[in-house]
């Protein structure tokens, strides 16, 4: 079926809006009518060549949310008309992934990031050319995708659409680095290094758990005034504190519970590191670049403390995300409050804005 994408032809190219080819799923696939996608900086990394396994031209997003339009002849989790996000991809085999961890498959790189379905095959074509999609094995920067059933999430018919796309993997990567990994108790206290859309879906579960103080850590204004509205006690300017550690360790009696870091940068995971209390818990969610390198002291990582790396949140999507949207519904997770929406045809404005930190998490609607 023809389809419109926005598609990266080259390195770093533009986004460029055109028409091509989706395939029909396969038994076990899904087509979903996509109704809005989030954009995170995954995606920028996508188009900019971080990941050299993904090649051009290709489609990224990996946050869609939309409507089941047809389904594969052995597919019975969801059905013609159900309301949908599709989530991060799994084997379903390996060791992670039999111990209900599918966050941490061990195929997820190649899942990911290859441009093809696992048994390699292409599901968009240009003219007869393959155009890479399966980012994600979803490519949502565009009015339709395909994924294997397993990946794609029922929710309830009620929640809007245009606002659950971004729980595919920002809102659940924040939200379950608290939930699912940190587990705090009422009154243990937190720090938030980074205020993006994971950093903000981290401090609203922070705050739905009861932590207290929930300091926000940041280096613009706007977004540290957004994480106060969201249930940050209290807030820090990274660019104008001297010192950072002991500001931190003076609001919260000596240090934190616990403290999540976003923003990839060493310099940050050590601060992150520095702020803890003995038996206090980092947990590690920013993406680095491979070759980023922090140090630590290792005296004070061994009156236990412990530093985590954690993917997508610790989560089970099946189970985590319609729960994540019940708290939407409820209010206490109003995830809206960070997003900008832009129509597909404005995506590069999209991208140019959330790259300089105007917007926090831009979703694209796919109107035309």
Not at 15 to 20: G, L, P, V
Not at 110 to 132: A, E, F, H, I
Request: hydrophobic share 40%; charged share 20%.
């Amino acid at each position: 079926m023809q389809i419109t994408a926005a598609i990266v032809r080259e390195q770093s190219g533009p986004f460029i809006i055109d028409a091509i080819e989706l395939s029909d799923p396969r038994p076990d696939e899904v087509l979903v009518r996509i109704v809005a996608s989030g954009m995170c900086h995954t995606d920028l990394h996508g188009r900019d060549g971080y990941f050299s396994s993904m090649p051009y031209p290709a489609v990224f997003g990996h946050e869609g949310a939309g409507v089941v339009e047809a389904i594969g002849s052995s597919v019975s989790r969801v059905a013609p008309g159900d309301h949908v996000i599709i989530s991060f991809p799994w084997c379903g085999s390996c060791p992670n992934c039999r111990r209900r961890m599918p966050s941490h498959c061990l195929q997820s790189s190649k899942l990911k990031m290859s441009g093809t379905r696992p048994d390699g095959s292409t599901l968009m074509r240009k003219n007869d050319s393959p155009v890479y999609s399966a980012f994600f094995q979803q490519s949502s920067f565009a009015t339709h995708a395909i994924a294997n059933e397993r990946f794609v999430v029922k929710i309830r018919s009620d929640a809007p659409l245009d606002r659950v796309g971004p729980f595919a993997c920002s809102i659940q990567t924040g939200a379950g680095a608290v939930f699912n990994a940190m587990m705090p108790d009422p009154g243990d206290s937190i720090v938030v290094f980074g205020v993006g859309g994971v950093g903000l879906s981290g401090l609203m579960a922070a705050k739905i758990a009861g932590c207290d103080p929930i300091i926000a850590v940041d280096i613009h204004d706007h977004r540290l005034a957004l994480a106060r509205e969201l249930g940050a006690t209290h807030t820090i300017n990274h660019s104008v504190c001297n010192d950072l550690v002991e500001k931190v360790r003076n609001i919260a009696a000596g240090g934190v519970r616990f403290s999540l870091e976003t923003s990839a940068l060493h310099t940050v995971l050590e601060e992150a590191i520095q702020v803890l209390l003995p038996l206090g818990t980092c947990v590690l969610v920013g993406s680095a670049r491979k070759g980023e390198q922090a140090s630590f002291e290792m005296p004070f990582l061994q009156n236990g403390r412990t530093v985590r790396g954690v993917i997508q949140g610790w989560s089970c999507p099946e189970t985590f995300l319609p729960r994540l949207v019940d708290l939407m519904m409820a209010g206490q997770l109003p995830a809206e409050r960070m997003m900008t929406f832009y129509e597909l045809a404005d995506i590069n404005r999209a991208a140019e804005e959330a790259a300089t930190g105007k917007t926090i998490k831009p979703v694209l609607l796919m109107t035309l």
